[in-house]
């Protein structure tokens, strides 16, 4: 094959890969393009025209009235106070359960740590039941710390920051140890900030799976000034039937903190996530 040959095929390889993705960003992005238009376009209007890919009587105030009329301000406040307990209690059982994995020698730890993964495996209507019982007996029902507090520590963080831990060098420990260091100062000044990049991925997670809850709040509330943004996005699609686009709206403003979210630290999770998988 001559230099010349293998410049072309090289040039339609690249070709081909840019096709491919061009064709797989076409196919991700649609659905979001179709959010859009069913938002902003008139229902009525949209149907009666056989449901085009372009606006029909487009309605410009849907995300103003989305934010203000359908309640959505209220809705994402208490998102965000749940959602940011959430993750600070994750962040803080995970490390610290993780750090006891990784550096620490008890009895029964293999085991241990073998039951606190298998908890992965239970989906929560397995606990839905016995945790809503808890609550109500401690009148935490329509509450912050009813709707945070079963969710307080995870399995899946352990399992991430340990493995961020595992690849922290003995040594390291030994010489923290020589410097005076007890547990908590080696953990908070030297593992945590070398397993940064895992710990950051596993926050990215536990904000999207706290924001994104309906099964528990669903149950945690029974009053409409406690629902969570999930819970409102419903209420908009089974109370205001005639405006559904209203809906549309509301679920593309709940959607935009995931998506700056994983904009700006889309590399961090991709690094964590691949760090917390190469030792363990």
Do not use: C
């Not at 659905?31 to 209007?45: G, K, N, Q, T």
């Not at 073998?114 to 016995?130: H, K, R, W």
């Not at 998506?259 to 889309?266: D, G, N, R, S």
């Amino acid at each position: 094959m001559t230099l010349g040959e293998g410049h072309l095929r090289r040039r339609f390889a690249t070709f081909g890969w840019y096709t491919t993705l061009v064709a797989l960003s076409v196919v991700i992005l649609f659905p979001i393009y179709m959010l859009v238009l069913r938002a902003i376009s008139s229902p009525i209007a949209f149907i009666n025209a056989g449901q085009p890919l372009r606006l029909v009587d487009p309605e410009w105030d849907i995300f103003s009235r989305a934010w203000n009329d359908a309640g959505l301000a209220r809705a994402m406040l208490i998102s965000v106070v749940v959602t940011a307990v959430i993750m600070v209690g994750q962040f803080l059982t995970s490390v610290m359960a993780a750090y006891a994995f990784a550096f620490l020698e008890f009895p029964f730890k293999r085991l241990m740590f073998a039951v606190v993964i298998g908890t992965l495996l239970l989906p929560i209507e397995v606990t839905l039941i016995a945790n809503v019982r808890t609550i109500r007996d401690l009148g935490w029902l329509n509450s912050v710390q009813g709707l945070s507090v079963p969710f307080l520590a995870t399995a899946l963080g352990i399992f991430l920051i340990r493995q961020g831990f595992m690849a922290v060098p003995r040594e390291l420990r030994d010489a923290a140890t020589l410097d005076g260091f007890g547990h908590l100062g080696f953990m908070f000044r030297v593992a945590v900030p070398l397993a940064k990049p895992v710990i950051g991925s596993f926050l990215v997670i536990s904000f999207l799976s706290a924001w994104n809850q309906y099964v528990w709040p669903r149950n945690a509330t029974d009053e409409g000034a406690w629902q969570t943004v999930q819970i409102a996005l419903r209420t908009l699609t089974t109370t205001r039937v005639d405006e559904l686009n209203l809906a549309f709206a509301g679920a593309i403003i709940a959607a935009l903190p995931l998506v700056l979210l994983l904009i700006f630290f889309q590399r961090q999770m991709v690094s964590g996530l691949t760090a917390g998988a190469v030792k363990g």
